[in-house]
């Protein structure tokens, strides 16, 4: 898809999700800001597309990252959030606010659609330090399958752990380790059945212990005694769900917090 191409995309992007009230993040980098900045029917398109986020791709400079605030009155950018070190970050966020103390920061992962390329959780764990010091979420890529991005066409994921994993389980142990604040389904396009798998992953996590009756176990490898004696003791039907790992944390978990209702289009 070119960019005349996507730029008719997004347009028709742009009208549903503000029928629905969602906000509208576009992903942008390298020439393409240029073209939009030096380009007047392209700026006016840009405009009118009433956008509320920048994520900002490789490639980009400060001045670029300025004009684009100015010009199309964005609430805010989302930047990356595997490069910086804590001085870096420090730093790019005292100049963000420099512009606009009111700019919106938000921050997501690299994703690649390449094998083994997801990160690694204990990097992950670090990174995500350095945001949680400003308040600033951080979004992590849930695969599809039903329309996976190629060459890989194996669901994008952030993680390379949760690579082949089911999103019910992915939305586990991202909830339940890595303090998910935030997340996007990044591949090609979701369909119903993905999402309601969201929307009832989410409800159960959001519920008190006291009020989840079963909670449902998904053994990946043949289990051992340990593992059934533990699904025994807590009255757990072996339906498939979530991992032995991430059933012992969840009942142990008494009351999840809220999830922001955050969308990237």
Known sequence: MDFEEQL?????????VKIHGLELTVDLG????????????????????????????????????????DIFGLRGFVINASIYCKKELNEIISWFKAIDEKIELRACHNFYIRDESGLEGGFIQIQNS??????????YCIPVYSHPRGP??????????????????????????????????????ANEQEFMEVERTLALLSMPLHEVEEIPVYFTKEATAEERLYCKNIGSAMIPLFNFYDLKLLVRWQNLPKLSKRIIV
């Open 8 to 16: 008719t995309a997004l347009k028709i992007i742009h009208h549903e």
């Open 30 to 69: 390298g020439d393409y800001i240029n073209q939009i900045l030096q380009n007047e029917k392209k700026r006016l398109f840009f405009k009118e597309m009433d956008i509320d986020f920048v994520r900002l791709d490789y490639g980009f400079y400060r001045e670029q990252v300025k004009e684009l605030y």
């Open 130 to 139: 350095f945001f949680e010091e400003h308040s600033i979420p951080v979004y």
């Open 152 to 189: 890989l066409h194996r669901g994008l994921c952030t993680l390379e752990s949760h690579r082949d994993q089911s999103i019910q389980s992915i939305l586990c142990d991202l909830v339940l380790n890595h303090h998910l604040s935030a997340f996007m389904l990044a591949d090609e396009w």
